[in-house]
């Protein structure tokens, strides 16, 4: 079967199934051009709990998906390939969470959504990486907060906030890669780009975004040239989408694995055979449920 074949096939199944397929903004160029939305994370899973269709097909990594069946209980929510993991979400377990809890009674715990199901029902509020600033300042009269799992994230928002965060050693094995070397390599021979990077990796940037919020930046500022520093999956979705404007990756070795697992054919065969099914189970999905609907609420 040929490329233009499966796509046939995957759009009369989606079809039948009442079937919607979500892509993350890091997924491959074929995975991206068939999915209905293409976003972050937290901006899929809530765009598919306002659809109504009864199948979500989650292409992206494994905690993706748990969010999308913590918003979505009823829908049914696949995966296309059930070893997409993140190795920053499997940094944390909810045991240990639970630990540092008993020793920071006090504190307040701050995750962010590239955790487990598990862990975001130990938390008090959920954040992203557009509004982990904003989630902790809204916790204005806590004296510690649990920031968990992303160190470097952690430190950003610590850096703008007055809050004493206790962060948890996680970080992106992915955007770790963008060094401070790789942006300045590419500011000598793009003199004139801007930088923007994801706070997973802050380095030497003009402006440190979400992937939502590099979307948006492309379409909005006046550069004409952009050094993005993020996973380079991104870069397909802002070269289509603003076809007059130049994007540079910080670094080429910035690629997550994990996301390139989705394929095209595996999303047919996930359609054919309406696996792999991830389903939070009731106990574990409503906690988690109010720790993200309380950060959509301040939102
Ligand atoms: S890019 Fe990093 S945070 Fe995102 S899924 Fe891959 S490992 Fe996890």
């Known amino acids: 079967m040929n490329?233009?074949?499966?796509?046939?096939?995957?759009?009369?199944?989606?079809?039948?199934?009442?079937?919607?397929?979500?892509?993350?903004?890091?997924?491959?160029?074929?995975?991206?051009?068939?999915?209905?939305?293409?976003?972050?994370?937290?901006?899929?899973?809530?765009?598919?709990?306002?659809?109504?269709?009864?199948?979500?097909?989650?292409?992206?990594?494994?905690?993706?998906?748990?969010?999308?069946?913590?918003?979505?209980?009823?829908?049914?929510?696949?995966?296309?390939?059930?070893?997409?993991?993140?190795?920053?979400?499997?940094?944390?377990?909810?045991?240990?969470?639970?630990?540092?809890?008993?020793?920071?009674?006090?504190?307040?715990?701050?995750?962010?959504?590239?955790?487990?199901?598990?862990?975001?029902?130990?938390?008090?509020?959920?954040?992203?990486?557009?509004?982990?600033?904003?989630?902790?300042?809204?916790?204005?009269?806590?004296?510690?907060?649990?920031?968990v799992p992303d160190k470097y994230l952690g430190h950003y928002v610590s850096t703008k906030t007055n809050c004493k965060m206790i962060p948890w050693n996680g970080y992106c094995p992915s955007h770790v890669k963008i060094l401070p070397e790789d942006i300045l390599r590419q500011k000598k021979s793009y003199p004139e780009a801007k930088v923007i990077v994801h706070p997973e990796c802050t380095q030497l940037a003009d402006e440190a975004l979400s992937t939502g919020g590099m979307y948006k930046y492309a379409k909005t500022s006046d550069a004409s040239e952009i050094i993005v520093g993020t996973e380079i999956g991104m870069l397909y979705r802002l070269r289509k989408e603003n076809p007059d404007k130049k994007f540079y990756p910080a670094s080429e070795r910035a690629v997550c694995p994990n996301m390139k697992l989705t394929t095209l054919e595996k999303i047919l065969w996930s359609l054919e055979d309406m696996k792999y099914l991830v389903k939070v189970p009731r106990d574990i999905q409503v906690r988690a449920k109010r720790a993200v609907d309380k950060m959509i609420e301040i939102s």
């Open 3 to 147: 490329d233009s074949e499966i796509v046939e096939k995957i759009h009369r199944l989606k079809k039948e199934r009442n079937a919607v397929i979500l892509a993350h903004n890091y997924q491959i160029s074929e995975v991206q051009d068939i999915a209905d939305y293409i976003g972050d994370s937290l901006g899929l899973s809530v765009t598919a709990s306002k659809t109504d269709a009864d199948v979500i097909i989650f292409c992206g990594v494994h905690f993706m998906a748990e969010t999308a069946s913590i918003l979505s209980p009823d829908k049914i929510v696949l995966m296309p390939d059930i070893n997409a993991g993140c190795p920053m979400a499997d940094m944390i377990t909810a045991d240990a969470l639970r630990s540092l809890k008993k020793e920071h009674q006090k504190a307040k715990v701050v995750s962010y959504v590239n955790t487990t199901a598990e862990v975001k029902a130990e938390s008090d509020i959920c954040c992203t990486s557009s509004n982990a600033v904003h989630v902790v300042e809204s916790l204005k009269d806590i004296y510690e907060i649990i920031f």
